[in-house]
């Protein structure tokens, strides 16, 4: 079959199939969806490293369900405003360097959907995800949640810290350092806003600005290291406390298996919990193999997927509930107690330290993380 033969095919599939079902939940009609699916023949995904929140199984499950579909997965390693940049500059693109889907930080998709980046999609378990965090219209939905963590390396690390105040400690010179660069990355902005929260900050542009501030102190004593940090860099004592989500730290720790001894800790205050969301490229060349990523993650196999990455899925509640969840998935979790006193930061506050963090890293803290 020519391209140009084969593009008219999925083209006819494409348009039939969203003539039918645009926009709603298709569960009934997910044998029509797989078909235009595998007619596309490719989903592109971006920013998802095989060791945050399982996504190595997870891509794995769905390649070994849909061994039609590939997956042209672009750069692991991107934050959020890397993925919005993504889109953008590929609006034109349809080759293999445009996004078909996202999972972004919470902040985020309010912004793409007023950007007009992502078109609605409401997956067959839409209403098991909570309203909280989820588009009313399907633009966006809330995946996961986790909640920010100190992974240390205890080969280089005596007393392994015990909440944010501790890192000002002449004993951490040159030890810590954040999960991504906080101008672009979710994980890094809410690092701050965690730190915020426990140096008595508000949540939103309070806490954004306190974490600011505690950067800034941490810069000046010494003890910042303006290193991306991950499990390779603490291993080899770059980086050797780095502040992350649980489920990268946990993750990490399983990697390195006791080489070197790393630690986990959740800090005594500023507990926060994050949420990352999901969207499909208003743009993207492929729209239906991209539902029917989402019809997979939403799913309970997906949904396990990440549960086994130490992640907390959307539907976790209405999964427990139901009987759903393996208990030795629960069992290999933090203790509840590590989740008590989490705070979920409304969008409002979420978007608003976002704001304050990204425009006054370099004026704050003058610490060119990279």
Known sequence: MSRLHKLGVVLATTTAFTMNFAGAAFSQNMDELVAAAKAEGMLTTIALPHDWCGYGDVIAGFKAKYPEITVNEL???????DEVEAIKANKDNTGPQAPDVVDVGLAFGPQMKAEGLLQP????????????IKDADGHWYGDYYGVMSLLVN?????????????????????????????????????????AGLANGGAAGKEAGEKGLEFFAELNKAGNFVPVIGK????????????????????SAKDTLAGNPPVEVVVPASGVLAGVYVQGISAYAPHPNAAKLWMEYLYSDEGQLGWLKGYCH???FNAMVKAGKVPQDLLDALPPAE????AYFPTLEEVDANK????????????????
């Open 121 to 132: 999609y409401k997956v067959s378990t839409w209403d098991e995800i909570p309203d909280t």
């Open 75 to 81: 750069n692991p390693d991107a934050g959020s405003a």
């Open 338 to 341: 590590s989740y008590e006193k």
């Open 154 to 194: 205890k080969d280089l690390v005596a007393n392994t810290p015990a909440d944010w105040s501790d890192l000002l400690k002449p004993e951490y010179a040159g030890q810590v350092a954040l999960a991504g660069d906080p101008r672009a990355s979710n994980q890094a902005i809410l690092a701050t806003l965690a």
């Open 313 to 315: 899925p959307a539907r």
């Open 355 to 370: 704001e304050a963090v990204v425009a006054g890293w370099d004026a704050v803290v003058g610490a060119n993380v990279q």
């Open 231 to 250: 499990a390779g860099t603490l291993a080899q004592g770059a980086t050797p406390i780095v502040a992350m989500w649980d489920y990268n730290a946990l």
